[in-house]
Nanobody, 125 residues
């Protein structure tokens, strides 16, 4: 069992930055690929970014490529999402998720085994 807790959300003006953190319980953090997803009001949950268990492989949604950076610190059992040049359309609840690394990284939410409770990010224009 892995428990995930997100933090770092808030209100920021367009063009600003935020860094989200996802702290995981347990000693098996390094066995999981870690992903970030988001859900805006009235929309489906969408993939944002993923990082492999080793940190050696990352993959981003086209909408955030070049602006967001995913990283992890396995010693601290924490994943991060650095968000720069934020836009109003980035406003959403952001969720981190853990995928047991039985295969390659994925952008499919149904392949993830554990989810955090979500954190609100609001970008004002």
């Amino acid at each position: 069992q892995v428990q995930l807790v997100e933090s770092g959300g808030g209100l920021v003006q367009a063009g600003g930055s935020l860094r989200l953190s996802c702290a995981a319980s347990g000693r098996t953090f390094g066995l999981y690929h870690m992903g970030w997803f988001r859900q805006a009001p009235g929309k489906e949950r969408e993939f944002v970014a993923v990082i492999s268990w080793s940190g050696g492989n990352t993959y981003y949604a086209d909408s955030v490529k070049g602006r967001f950076t995913i990283s992890r610190d396995n010693a601290k059992s924490t994943a991060y999402l650095q968000m720069n040049s934020l836009k109003p359309e980035d406003t959403a609840v952001y969720y981190c998720a853990a995928d047991r690394a039985l295969g390659g990284v994925s952008n499919l939410a149904n392949l993830y085994d554990y989810w955090g409770q979500g954190v609100q990010v609001t970008v004002s224009s």
